[in-house]
């Protein structure tokens, strides 16, 4: 199975701040890499598909990059309504693997 | 719109088995895989298997091989999990999501989750 390990594990961000989060695979997985974000309480939605490709509604803000193993994801300017859990996921073979996940909350 | 509706929380005992259901709309049903995923409190995702609609081909993960089964009924474009011989360790909230298909390899809807309860 293809492991998946983000980093960090949680973080401490300010409205308007520049947010990175990484996301690491155990072999290289090309392109096939997906983010979610998800509230408490709520079900994951889908950011990124494909490494870089914005899913349909999400604001220009969040982008990710990457190939191979290593991936990020970054939003530009952390506004109120993004403080949440966010996943990587790798959909290059089954079985599906999720990150652990990282949580961005209020500083 | 694509939507994917979930049924209700259910409380089980060991040993028991449950089967949720996640009812499509908005798509064409066979066209998309429906994958199934659950998480734990507090935890975070793991993904369970996914089934094909149009043949009715399924993948599930080892960790679950042997107590899940995953069907699908086309007439009401609705899927089915069923988890079999529960454990305490089963206790999550369980989502259904719209994905892979023979040209997207990612989950772009999902239900709104099912609490699943394990106890004596």
């Known amino acids: 199975d293809i492991q998946m390990a983000q980093s960090p594990s949680s973080l401490s961000a300010s409205v308007g701040d520049r947010v990175t989060i990484a996301c690491r695979a155990s072999q290289s997985i090309k392109n096939s890499l997906n983010w979610y974000q998800q509230e408490p309480g709520k079900a994951p939605k889908l950011l990124i598909f494909e490494t870089s490709n914005l899913h349909t509604g999400v604001p220009s803000r969040f982008s990710g990059s990457g190939f191979g193993t290593d991936f990020t994801l970054t939003i530009s300017s952390l506004q109120p309504e993004d403080f949440a859990t966010y996943y990587c996921?790798?959909?290059?073979?089954?079985?599906?693997?999720f990150g652990q996940g990282t949580r961005v909350e209020i500083k | 719109q694509v939507q994917l509706v979930q049924s209700g929380p259910e409380v089980k005992k060991p040993g028991a088995s449950v089967k949720v259901s996640c009812k499509t709309s908005?798509?064409?049903?066979?066209?998309?895989?429906i994958s199934w995923v659950r998480q734990a409190p507090g935890q975070g995702l793991e993904w369970l298997g996914w089934?094909?609609?149009?043949?009715?081909?399924?993948n599930s993960a080892q960790k679950v091989q042997g107590r899940i089964t995953m069907t699908t009924d086309t007439s009401t474009s609705t899927a089915y999990m069923e988890m079999r011989t529960l454990r305490s360790d089963d206790k999550a909230v369980y989502f259904c999501a719209r994905g892979p298909s023979y040209s997207t390899s990612f989950f772009d809807y999902w239900g709104q989750g099912t609490l699943v309860t394990v106890s004596s």
């Open positions: 908005g798509y064409s049903f066979n066209l998309y895989g």
């Open positions: 996921q790798q959909s290059y073979s089954a079985p599906y693997t």
């Open positions: 089934i094909n609609p149009y043949n009715g081909a399924t």
